[in-house]
């Protein structure tokens, strides 16, 4: 079901949920007075990033004493936007979102199922602490409706340091290095040189950095926006050097690309030692630190995607988590103090220690560890764009991932045709 096809249904449940005046007035920080009461908070997340998110949410708490917080926990197998929608349309009133889709955060405006946030952020002074990049990052249409509290590095390549030295190789630098590298690191008994978890949406990883190296950044916009078809010579290119890497033997069987997600890869680098290299958001950074107990920047490290060398290695991909606050939830003015909240020094500091970088001024920046601040050095002197898969419509990005999966079966350049074709026709009904 698409969000379109519900946008009368759910308007008529926000208005019916109550959005009057008062509550409009009652969510103004400049008018809050004591916090008090519940605030419910929708979560999709697991593992270490839920983990922290209960941290953030008991500071938050022991700031606000007369506040409770609630999670409405969602289970969601790869992209979450589905598991959210059921539970939005099943009825569940909630009063923040924690998404990191643009082109989500545009389906639930139109739903009427967010509200802006310009006033809070004058009323909060959020200007100084995020700088306006990152308000227009959460805007549409010049209207505020996201507050990005952590970003990521899309373009870093994880590596286990004991497989570079039992290879005897440096991180490499260039694509000649990286894909010689594979021979050595089989030789060192590392089977698989990258692991690639292709079960969902991770395999994407590869072809979107990909190409932004081998077009740039406007390309990688123009094809988020539709304004080149998928069938573009810069689209296909990319595809070829990513066939390039398959043909190299970097990945092994795709049927076990197929059969696992971005956390098993992760696992065959830093657990079973069966791989040397996997490319996943820096999310990854806090699973390596606590979920296997590794030393940051000494088990493991980072390295940016190699220098190919076609005019546009100054580029990267980055994502972003923000908060959205609803139309209908029960306590706006606590929705509002929470955003605030988290991009304040402790929230930000607090979420530094869990290896995520927040783009908060008030963040301490050297509580950061050294794989972290190579992420964060990198996006900073680069020109970025946001990962495409979460730019793209709900039913685009389904057919979007299916089709790269049919391309790691078969990297030949008349499959690349059909892939591309196929994409191409649901981007013509999406947009």
Same mark, same amino acid.
């Given at each position: 079901m698409t969000m379109s096809a519900i946008t009368t249904g759910i308007r008529r449940r926000t208005v019916l949920a109550g959005v009057s005046l008062a509550v409009l007035l009652a969510a103004s920080p400049a008018l809050a007075q004591d916090l008090s009461g519940e605030v419910v908070i929708l979560q999709w997340q697991g593992g270490t990033d839920a983990e922290m998110w209960k941290k953030v949410e008991e500071a938050f708490v022991a700031k606000n004493p007369g506040v409770t917080v609630r999670e409405l926990n969602i289970t969601a197998q790869g992209d979450a936007r589905g598991g959210i929608?059921?539970?939005?349309?099943?009825?569940? @009133? @909630?009063? @923040?979102?924690i998404n990191t889709w643009p082109a989500f955060r545009? =389906?639930? /405006?139109? *739903?009427? +199922?967010?509200?802006?946030?310009? =006033?809070?952020?004058?009323?909060?002074?959020?200007?100084?602490?995020?700088?306006? #990049?990152?308000?227009?990052?959460? !805007?549409?249409?010049? @209207?505020?409706y996201g507050l990005t509290y952590t970003y990521g590095d899309r373009s870093g390549i994880w590596y286990a340091t004991e497989a570079m030295t039992k290879a005897g190789i440096e991180? %490499?630098?260039?694509?000649? =290095?990286? /894909?010689? #590298?594979?021979?050595?690191? =089989? !030789? $060192?008994?590392?089977?698989? %040189? +990258?692991a690639i978890g292709a079960k969902y949406w991770a395999h994407a990883e590869w072809f979107e950095t990909l190409l932004l190296r081998t077009a740039g950044v406007e390309t990688a916009a123009k094809l988020a926006r539709h304004e080149i078809p998928w069938t573009d010579p810069a689209v296909k290119g990319a595809l070829k050097k990513y066939a390039e890497l398959l043909a190299a033997g970097c990945c092994g069987d795709p049927a076990t690309m197929l059969a696992n997600e971005w956390d098993a890869a992760s696992d065959s680098v830093f657990k079973a030692k069966t791989s040397a290299y996997t490319m996943i958001g820096m999310w990854n950074n806090a699973r390596a630190k606590n979920d296997y107990d590794l030393q940051e920047g000494v088990d493991y490290g980072l390295l940016q995607f190699p220098s190919l060398g076609a005019g546009f290695d100054d580029t990267s991909s980055v994502d972003t988590k923000e908060l959205n606050v609803t139309a209908n939830g029960k306590n706006p003015a606590v929705a509002? $103090?929470?955003? &605030?909240?988290? /991009?304040? $020094? &402790? *929230?930000?500091?607090?979420?530094?220690?869990?290896?995520?970088?927040? %783009? #908060?001024?008030?963040a301490?920046?050297?509580?950061?560890? %050294? /794989?972290q601040q190579i992420a964060t050095a990198a996006v900073a002197q680069s020109k970025v764009q946001f990962v495409l898969g979460d730019l793209l419509p709900g039913d685009l990005v389904d057919e979007y991932r299916v089709q790269l999966q049919k391309f790691l079966q078969d990297p030949s350049d008349a499959n690349i045709d059909a892939v591309t074709a196929a994409i191409e026709a649901k981007a013509a009904e999406a947009y």
């Amino acid at each position: 079901m698409t969000m379109s096809a519900i946008t009368t249904g759910i308007r008529r449940r926000t208005v019916l949920a109550g959005v009057s005046l008062a509550v409009l007035l009652a969510a103004s920080p400049a008018l809050a007075q004591d916090l008090s009461g519940e605030v419910v908070i929708l979560q999709w997340q697991g593992g270490t990033d839920a983990e922290m998110w209960k941290k953030v949410e008991e500071a938050f708490v022991a700031k606000n004493p007369g506040v409770t917080v609630r999670e409405l926990n969602i289970t969601a197998q790869g992209d979450a936007r589905g598991g959210i929608r059921t539970a939005l349309l099943g009825g569940e @009133v @909630v009063d @923040v979102l924690i998404n990191t889709w643009p082109a989500f955060r545009a =389906e639930l /405006v139109d *739903a009427g +199922i967010l509200r802006p946030i310009d =006033e809070q952020w004058a009323t909060y002074n959020w200007d100084g602490k995020l700088n306006q #990049s990152w308000k227009d990052l959460g !805007s549409i249409d010049g @209207v505020a409706y996201g507050l990005t509290y952590t970003y990521g590095d899309r373009s870093g390549i994880w590596y286990a340091t004991e497989a570079m030295t039992k290879a005897g190789i440096e991180p %490499p630098k260039t694509w000649d =290095e990286f /894909v010689a #590298s594979f021979d050595k690191l =089989e !030789s $060192a008994g590392y089977a698989t %040189p +990258i692991a690639i978890g292709a079960k969902y949406w991770a395999h994407a990883e590869w072809f979107e950095t990909l190409l932004l190296r081998t077009a740039g950044v406007e390309t990688a916009a123009k094809l988020a926006r539709h304004e080149i078809p998928w069938t573009d010579p810069a689209v296909k290119g990319a595809l070829k050097k990513y066939a390039e890497l398959l043909a190299a033997g970097c990945c092994g069987d795709p049927a076990t690309m197929l059969a696992n997600e971005w956390d098993a890869a992760s696992d065959s680098v830093f657990k079973a030692k069966t791989s040397a290299y996997t490319m996943i958001g820096m999310w990854n950074n806090a699973r390596a630190k606590n979920d296997y107990d590794l030393q940051e920047g000494v088990d493991y490290g980072l390295l940016q995607f190699p220098s190919l060398g076609a005019g546009f290695d100054d580029t990267s991909s980055v994502d972003t988590k923000e908060l959205n606050v609803t139309a209908n939830g029960k306590n706006p003015a606590v929705a509002d $103090a929470f955003l &605030d909240f988290i /991009v304040s $020094a &402790d *929230a930000a500091n607090l979420m530094a220690g869990y290896g995520y970088a927040s %783009p #908060s001024s008030a963040a301490d920046n050297s509580l950061l560890g %050294p /794989v972290q601040q190579i992420a964060t050095a990198a996006v900073a002197q680069s020109k970025v764009q946001f990962v495409l898969g979460d730019l793209l419509p709900g039913d685009l990005v389904d057919e979007y991932r299916v089709q790269l999966q049919k391309f790691l079966q078969d990297p030949s350049d008349a499959n690349i045709d059909a892939v591309t074709a196929a994409i191409e026709a649901k981007a013509a009904e999406a947009y």
